[in-house]
């Protein structure tokens, strides 16, 4: 676990419902009632050398997430050799809130003597124990009676004090290792911190300023570790290991902590979890004793003690209380795999992103970890993995070169131990380049010039590829990009648009791999290929399919010219619009077109002359208005459907349409951001073959705004867009604030909301030297002109026509 690298400041918080573990465990030990300020965990304390032995396995402490009944521990001082006050060493088993521990569960030694026996404690976890407490007490007559009379009257506040000492612990190694890491980047590779200080973050859950990256490179490392107490967030795997001693699961405490009602922002502060632990010290304080906390720093089979505050050897003596692992079944982190594709493993130092175990990097309890490999053919491989958190997850160490099997796409597993028992991890998808061919996927497509064409190719490591380059003749090569898809394939557009027609080229390049594979292939120039015209009677545009369409200069029909309109493609085929120009009239059904070529040929095509498409005017319409939320405002000037009112309008059927029950009308922008179908039943009556009333709700647009249009809809023919009236959004205005008559010329206030929706405002009806308001405006008041007749006139951005009437309050005299 990584050691601090600079100290650790903790910030003043709030106390609204408890006091953090920093706060709460330094406040303890004043006298009660009285306020003090937190004291950070930085102060250096004594050492323990502890191991613990499951079976035939031993481990060092750093390497055991929690213990279990029959494990043995051996627990020694790990004191320097001038030591001079004396220290007896206490260990407690617990086992539960309400259920005191056997006197036998509270062993003692003495660690001054001479022989190993007398000054280390070696114990055997009992059956029904939960949670385990180490004490350091003062050599004082008596005291071990007092600390052993204290854990048996009260074993609750015990079990909650290891438990939130515990996790303190856990949190403490992430900030460490946080801070280790960006001081290494800092020191060796400074303008690397504003990739890998994001990477941190996410693997280590910690609270990231992304300003700080903007800063200069010798200002950033300092920037991001400000604050430090509060850069840890709660990290659910560890946080959940421990419930506070009312019952209420810590993943709820976490949310209260996490909110401005308790006091600490969105985020909470490095221990995690919102702790009261003042008034558990305070009641064990006494003229002889009193309880110091202390952070455990594990590393290898030592565990440093971190003091928030520096110890008594004078009455009262302080009796440092060192939380331990849980005495429970292991409850290791479900990773999960963070790759969202195959990965590339053609180069050294391969990846595997893990996600939801930040104590994978800054403890020891997963150790071991190995990456299984199989290939196609069967043959397995492993690699031992290392955690990196500025990479996201475990880096494969691979001491030489992948046997030669190892290619194309190779299953992959994590595994490893988690304390003493096995631990998988996620599976992945790797990738190798391998020397098969790369193939057009399928039936090979025509390529045709003068457009961007589809291609999909396959191969052995899509994700590997390094680059796609499209090559015709002299000219220079072209970039193009991809997109992976799924094990085995490559989707690409080829740029043919400005290409003419002939033989291509498609280079694949691999990583690390220095020769591409080239593709041949061809392009071919398609000639157009007509299908037929379709007109409606009394419409002046047509639509013409086939392919190729793009070479249609213009069709002569009916002794007009009619000239391309925009040109889509539905599938494979083209889909050419053309209007009218001239005067002239549609011919009889039978008839045929004649079209000219860019190229200057003219092919017949045949015409289809349709039905008339169905044909309504908009007759009527009325605007009924929301009720005020805030001041009574007026909307005048041109007609506009505010978005909180409701449209009421009517069409009447022409040139020989008869409206019918399953006929619709639709309404949209007209941008066509947003459109709403009106049905029978649905907003939609028809009163007879001649006349239909639609009802619009402006929410069934959504957050739409601007002109609205409308047109019939039948079946599969739809009728020309018509225009409708501006749909405007509403400020909504709260108050009005008027100068005296002696200070008009201070003019009024507006407090409201959504004022960013006001162009301007003005005194007058004739808005004369209105007031504008400033695009994007955030704020909650304007000042505008005092008003000349008693109102204030506001004009609309969505509809300039449009005006609020606001009625101002008479000035004071």
Same mark, same amino acid.
């Given at each position: ?11 003043? =918080? ?18 009660? +009632? ?49 030591? @001079? ?79 939130? &000492? ?15 890491? %960006? ?102 304080? /006494? ?16 565990? +440093? ?31 999960? /795999?963070?790759?969202? #594709? ?42 031992? &993995? ?21 290619? @194309?796409?190779?299953? *992959? ?98 990583? $690390? ?11 071919? !120039? ?5 299908? $037929? ?46 209007? !009218? ?8 059904? $039978? ?18 002359? *349709?039905? #008339? ?5 908009? =007759? ?27 449209? %009421? ?14 006929? *619709? %009308? ?14 029978? @039943? ?25 002109? =609205? ?45 959504? =004022? ?35 109102? &204030? ?18 000035? *004071?005299?």
């Amino acid at each position: 676990m990584p050691q601090p690298s600079a100290p650790i400041q903790t910030a003043r =918080l709030r106390q609204p419902i408890g006091l953090l573990i920093g706060t709460a465990l330094g406040a303890a030990l004043l006298t009660p +009632g009285l306020a003090a300020e937190p004291a950070p965990f930085e102060l250096t304390g004594p050492d323990l050398k502890v191991s613990v032995t499951r079976g035939t396995t031993s481990l060092p402490i750093s390497q055991v997430p929690s213990l279990r009944a029959g494990d043995k521990l051996l627990i020694e001082p790990n004191l320097p050799k001038e030591q @001079g006050a004396n220290f007896v060493l206490m260990s407690a088993f617990l086992r539960g809130a309400t259920n005191p521990p056997p006197k036998d569960w509270i062993d003692s030694a003495e660690t001054w003597k001479k022989k190993d026996k007398d000054r280390r404690l070696a114990l055997t976890v009992p059956d029904g124990a939960r949670q385990m407490v180490l004490f350091l007490v003062p050599e004082t007559g008596g005291g071990e009676g007092t600390v052993s009379d204290a854990v048996r009257g009260k074993p609750g506040e015990f079990v909650r004090a290891t438990q939130e &000492l515990n996790q303190a612990s856990l949190d403490r190694s992430r900030l460490d290792a946080f801070m280790t890491a %960006i001081r290494t980047q800092e020191n060796s590779h400074p303008e690397f911190l504003r990739s890998v200080a994001p990477a941190l973050a996410r693997s280590l859950s910690m609270k990231l300023n992304e300003d700080c990256l903007s800063k200069v490179i010798e200002l950033q490392a300092a920037c991001l570790l400000e604050n430090k107490d509060q850069l840890v967030l709660a990290d659910v795997h560890s946080s959940s290991i421990a419930e506070t001693l009312s019952g209420t699961p810590t993943d709820l405490a976490l949310q209260l902590a996490s909110t401005r009602e308790a006091g600490y922002g969105y985020y909470s502060p490095y221990i995690g979890v919102v702790r009261d632990l003042a008034r558990m010290f305070g009641a064990f304080s /006494s003229p002889s004793f009193e309880y110091l906390p202390t952070v455990s720093l594990r590393r290898d089979d030592n565990i +440093g003690l971190m003091l928030n505050k520096a110890p008594s050897f004078a009455k009262p003596k302080s009796v440092m209380v060192v939380g331990m692992p849980s005495i429970e079944a292991d409850s290791p982190p479900r990773l999960r /795999s963070g790759a969202q #594709a195959p990965i590339c493993a053609a180069l050294p130092g391969t990846v595997l992103p893990v996600e939801g175990a930040p104590l994978i990097y800054s403890t020891s309890y997963a150790r071991g970890m190995t990456v299984q490999l199989k290939a196609a053919s069967g043959q397995t491989i492993e690699y031992p &993995l290392e955690a990196r958190a500025d990479r996201g997850g475990y880096v494969i160490r691979a001491d030489g070169p992948w046997p030669a099997d190892f290619r @194309g796409s190779i299953e *992959a597993h994590v595994y490893g131990q988690w304390g003493f028992d096995r631990f998988e991890g996620p599976d992945y998808i790797l990738q190798r380049p391998d020397d098969a061919a790369w193939q057009v996927k399928g039936e090979a497509p025509t390529l045709v010039v003068g457009r961007d064409n589809g291609l999909t190719l396959t191969g052995g490591a899509p994700s590997c590829v390094e680059s796609v380059t499209l090559r015709q003749g002299n000219a220079a090569p072209q970039a193009i990009g991809w997109k992976v898809q799924g094990r085995d394939a490559l989707d690409l557009t080829l740029p043919l648009a400005d290409r003419r027609a002939g033989p291509v080229t498609v280079d694949v390049k691999y990583q $690390g791999v220095a020769k591409p594979f080239s593709m041949a292939l061809r392009a071919y !120039a398609q000639a157009s290929k007509l299908d $037929g015209l379709t007109v409606h009677q009394g419409d002046a545009w047509g639509e013409m399919t086939g392919q190729r369409l793009d070479q249609v200069a213009s069709v002569d029909l009916g002794g007009r010219s009619w000239k391309p309109d925009g040109l889509t493609r539905d599938g494979s085929v083209d889909r050419l619009r053309l209007t !009218a120009a001239g005067d002239g009239t549609v011919p009889a059904a $039978g008839a045929s077109a004649r079209v000219q070529l860019e190229d200057g040929r003219t092919v017949s095509v045949p015409v289809t002359i *349709a039905p #008339a498409r169905p044909r309504v005017t908009l =007759l009527n319409k009325s605007v009924t208005p929301a009720a005020a939320t805030g001041l009574p405002v007026t909307l005048g000037g041109s007609d506009v459907l505010p978005n909180n009112g409701r449209l %009421i309008f009517s069409v009447q059927a022409q040139d020989g349409t008869k409206l019918a029950m399953t006929d *619709a %009308i639709e309404v949209a922008t007209q941008d066509g951001g947003a459109s709403v179908r009106l049905t029978a @039943g649905s907003g939609l009556q028809l009163q007879g073959p001649q006349v239909m009333v639609a009802t619009l709700d402006p929410a069934a647009l959504g957050p739409a705004f601007g002109p =609205l249009q409308f047109r019939i809809v039948r079946g599969r023919e739809q009728g020309d867009w018509q225009p409708l009236m501006p749909l405007a959004r509403l400020p909504r205005i709260e108050a009005v604030d008027c100068a005296s008559k002696e200070q008009k010329d201070q003019g009024c206030t507006i407090k409201g909301r959504d =004022l960013f929706l006001v162009d301007a405002v003005a005194g007058n009806p004739a808005f004369d030297q209105p007031a504008p308001v400033a695009q994007g405006f955030t704020g909650s008041t304007l000042t505008v002109p005092a008003p000349t007749d008693g109102k &204030l006139y506001v004009r609309l951005r969505d509809a300039q026509g449009a005006m609020l009437v606001v009625q101002a309050p008479s000035p *004071a005299a």
